[in-house]
């Protein structure tokens, strides 16, 4: 069984579309993320929620909405695509440790979404 | 910008160790380092984390510098499954269930080439 998945796989679109990226994690963690990785590789955090609040939102355009609505699920949807917005979008999920002042549990990554704009 | 600096390329032998090394210099006395991996086209991948003692685990171990200014990464037995980008990355404490102020903070990463 996957732990993280996402859909779709790949997704090629034309600018000033507006396009949906689900994920959905089967581990019964209460933390879940967006990434994305572009051509050079490096990986930036999006998002994060925690049981389906939002906890971090880096600068990232209002055109990109993150929805979750349960903890199993973190869907991001993005509105009018630009051609910056070609990349690899990963998602994640990880379990808080629930006693303060721990370290971050391992994040677990979806496969990927590679997104295309035309 | 990363808190990290890693070689941007490594090579090593099938079966033999593989040894990768990373700097963080300005790592805080509550920032642990992480290892994660990244398999051509999959996501990234979880290895290994400490704070101040080495760690070791069934697929690494985690050596870290007295002053914990650097640190490295070791495969025992290197396979050519394990040729992927090598990620060393330095996390804030957890001190607070909301804290806004975390993030991940990846960088290139080093390219580790098994070769047969």
């Known amino acids: 069984d996957t732990a993280v998945s996402q859909t779709p796989k790949y997704l090629v679109t034309q600018m000033g579309n507006d396009k949906s990226i689900k994920c959905e994690q089967n581990l019964g963690h209460d933390t879940m993320y967006w990434y994305k990785q572009d051509s050079k590789k490096f990986l930036k955090i999006m998002f994060s929620y925690n049981n389906k609040e939002l906890i971090i939102n880096e600068t990232v355009p209002n055109r990109f909405s993150p929805k979750s609505p349960d903890k199993a699920h973190l869907n991001l949807h993005i509105n009018s695509l630009e051609l910056g917005d070609s990349a690899v979008y990963f998602c994640?999920?990880?379990?808080?440790?629930?006693?303060?002042?721990?370290?971050?549990?391992?994040?677990?990554f979806g496969p990927g979404t590679r997104l295309t704009v035309l | 910008d990363a808190k990290t600096t890693q070689p941007p390329s490594m090579d090593c032998a099938e079966g033999r160790a593989a040894n990768l090394p990373c700097n963080h210099s300005t790592i805080s006395g509550n920032e642990y380092v992480y290892w994660y991996r990244q398999i051509h086209s999959q996501g990234p991948q979880y290895i290994i984390h400490?704070?101040?003692?080495?760690e070791t685990n069934e697929m690494a171990s985690l050596i870290i510098t007295e002053d914990r200014k650097s640190s490295t990464l070791i495969l025992p037995h290197a396979t050519l499954r394990d040729t992927a980008v090598y990620y060393c990355?330095?996390?804030?404490?957890?001190?607070?269930?909301?804290?806004?102020?975390?993030?991940?903070?990846w960088g290139a990463g080093t390219k580790l080439i098994i070769k047969p």
């Open positions: 994640a999920s990880s379990q808080e440790d629930p006693v303060a002042g721990g370290s971050y549990n391992e994040q677990f």
């Open positions: 990355i330095v996390r804030v404490q957890h001190t607070q269930r909301q804290d806004s102020n975390y993030q991940l903070i």
């Open positions: 400490g704070l101040k003692n080495n």
